[in-house]
């Protein structure tokens, strides 16, 4: 039997998982209450957002397939979030939350139809919130971000960083995974990582491990122990490592990899002022997916020589 709005309820929640690349309704959900416990502002520009992107499908007619699976809503959630984690809460910031949701479902139906060898990740998020930002720099809004930023580092003394309790690190490291979603809430990390089980056991358990490696690759990097603390090396390998477990089973050494890449490149828009939002996730994942079909032509042009010999 089918409820009223049953479909229009399965697209939203179903945005909301695949922003970690999952599938489940259930997933989703709890995505959405994990950011509520950290913030409803948030949680209220990702709904508004989802609801951009689904107009948006349905104005131009976009395949109700991707629309229910969630592949346009998920990069607009994210502006949504982003939107207010630079910005307080405005009618300015509703109007870009629209706008850039809009804007995020446009360039992920380019990429599906023009690029589809490309996986599209997050990368019209990316775009989207690069060109939201710049008009938040043109037009002289209010940086929120750096505030909230600087809110948390002061609550972070050096006593806490060094020496590390175990439940200081486990905090560091559901930070982690909750900066996914750019939240900086050790409980909403715990939220998502309960979420992710609905969806894949492994799936949880790669996110915690990630986010650990990224923990302790910056700290041992020497890197900001403050914004390790926060999480924000970390987020980018777990999504790396959600991609990975399904598209390249039991190659842990290439996880392993990306996920190390995705802590430098966190790293090297830090040191060029760029927000880096999950670029380092798209260009890591991109890098090891494109050294494999090298490897695999090159094996294929050596094979072909040997039987030619």
Avoid at 55 to 81: E, M, R, W
Avoid at 116 to 141: H, K, Q, R, V
Avoid at 173 to 183: A, E, T
């Amino acid at each position: 039997m089918n409820y009223p709005f049953e479909h229009f309820t399965k697209s939203i929640l179903s945005s909301s998982a695949q922003i970690m690349l999952q599938a489940s309704s259930v997933t989703g959900l709890l995505f959405l209450i994990g950011i509520g416990i950290n913030s409803a502002t948030m949680l209220l520009g990702c709904l508004l957002a989802i609801l951009s992107s689904l107009a948006t499908t349905k104005l131009f007619h976009y395949d109700s397939v991707y629309v229910n699976k969630g592949l346009y809503g998920f990069n607009a959630a994210l502006v949504g979030i982003a939107v207010f984690y630079f910005i307080p809460l405005s009618v300015s910031a509703l109007f870009l939350v629209v706008i850039g949701a809009a804007l995020s479902t446009l360039l992920m139906h380019l990429m599906i139809t023009k690029m589809p060898s490309i996986p599209a990740l997050t990368t019209p998020f990316i775009l989207s919130t690069w060109t939201i930002i710049l008009i938040i720099d043109y037009s002289g809004l209010v940086i929120a971000s750096q505030a909230n930023q600087e809110s948390i580092v002061a609550a972070i003394t050096l006593s806490s960083i060094e020496p590390w309790t175990l439940i200081e690190l486990l905090h560091s490291v559901l930070r982690g995974v909750g900066q996914v979603m750019l939240q900086d809430s050790w409980l909403t990390g715990a939220v998502f990582c309960v979420a992710l089980l609905f969806g894949s056991y492994k799936a949880a358990v790669w996110a915690v491990l990630a986010a650990l490696i990224g923990l302790l690759v910056a700290i041992s990097l020497g890197l900001t122990q403050e914004k390790a603390v926060m999480g924000l090396y970390g987020f980018n390998g777990c999504l790396v490592a959600i991609a990975f477990i399904d598209r390249y089973p039991n190659k842990y050494c290439l996880t392993l990899f990306a996920i190390l890449l995705s802590v430098l490149l966190t790293r090297a828009f830090e040191m060029i002022t760029v927000p880096a939002l999950t670029a380092p996730f798209v260009i890591s994942t991109w890098f090891v997916i494109g050294l494999i079909k090298v490897k695999s032509i090159f094996d294929k042009e050596r094979k072909t020589c040997q039987n030619l010999l």
